[in-house]
């Protein structure tokens, strides 16, 4: 069973929009984290933002925050500002920690344009 | 400032042929793993290793093997390659202080089996 869900294959938003990249995951586990990886064309994975399943609040770097319901089993990553930089493969990741060795499983991930 | 090096960045490989993915960080990382990137599929789970000594299965781990003698080092290998072996890899490492919150990746090597 897939265990990170990215159900936007491709997103456009105007530059200076915000924009909301979904991401639902499935875990038995009650401690596990989430994260969000950048790649632009170039190939890198970039680290954009983490949320633990125990902190309280949302997650937040600069432009970038996370909009964590757990109840929902929802992690989705808001842009604020969109920049013809965020043009890129935004990947959802999930790490859970319930067993001897800790493993992140990667959704499909979702492409991002940004227009001028 | 190193971090987490892949070599080599390009490859191109007959099928059957054996070859060694190098990826080294100077982070004193216990956790390391390799993954594969496929178009469509995310990163998948090859191996991963929470230390020298140790190593473990994930998604995808058939015709790979790989050792993790060293902190620094976690070597993949690619016994007899094969077409579906055609892929991007990337090897990452992460700190096992508590909350893990980033996996630092290395640059990926792109392989072609032909």
């Known amino acids: 069973a897939q265990k990170i869900t990215q159900t936007q294959p491709g997103m456009f938003v105007q530059e200076k929009e915000a924009v909301t990249l979904d991401c639902t995951y499935d875990?038995?586990?009650?401690?596990?984290?989430l994260f969000w990886y950048k790649q632009p064309s170039s190939g890198e994975m970039i680290f954009l933002i983490y949320q633990g399943s125990y902190d309280q609040q949302n997650a937040t770097e600069g432009r970038y925050s996370l909009n964590f319901q757990k109840a929902r089993k929802s992690a989705n990553l808001v842009i604020s500002a969109s920049q013809l930089g965020d043009s890129a493969m935004y990947f959802c990741?999930?790490?859970?920690?319930?067993?001897?060795?800790?493993?992140?499983?990667f959704g499909p991930g979702t492409s991002l344009s940004v227009i001028p | 400032n190193a971090g987490v090096t892949q070599t080599p960045k390009f490859q191109v490989l007959k099928t059957g042929q054996s070859m060694t993915l190098q990826c080294a960080q100077d982070?004193?990382?216990?956790?390391m793993s390799w993954y594969r990137q496929d178009p469509g599929m995310g990163l998948r789970l090859i191996h991963y290793s929470v230390g020298a000594g140790i190593t473990d299965q994930g998604e995808v781990p058939n015709g790979y093997n790989v050792s993790r003698s060293t902190t620094e080092d976690f070597p993949l290998r690619l016994l007899s390659a094969a077409p579906s072996q055609t892929s991007v890899y990337f090897c990452?490492?992460?700190?096992?202080?508590?909350?893990?919150?980033?996996?630092?990746f290395g640059q990926g090597t792109r392989l072609t089996v032909v």
């Open positions: 990452a490492s992460s700190p096992t202080t508590e909350p893990v919150t980033e996996a630092f």
């Open positions: 875990t038995s586990d009650p401690s596990y984290g």
């Open positions: 982070m004193n990382h216990e956790y």
């Open positions: 990741a999930m790490r859970e920690a319930g067993t001897s060795y800790d493993k992140v499983i």
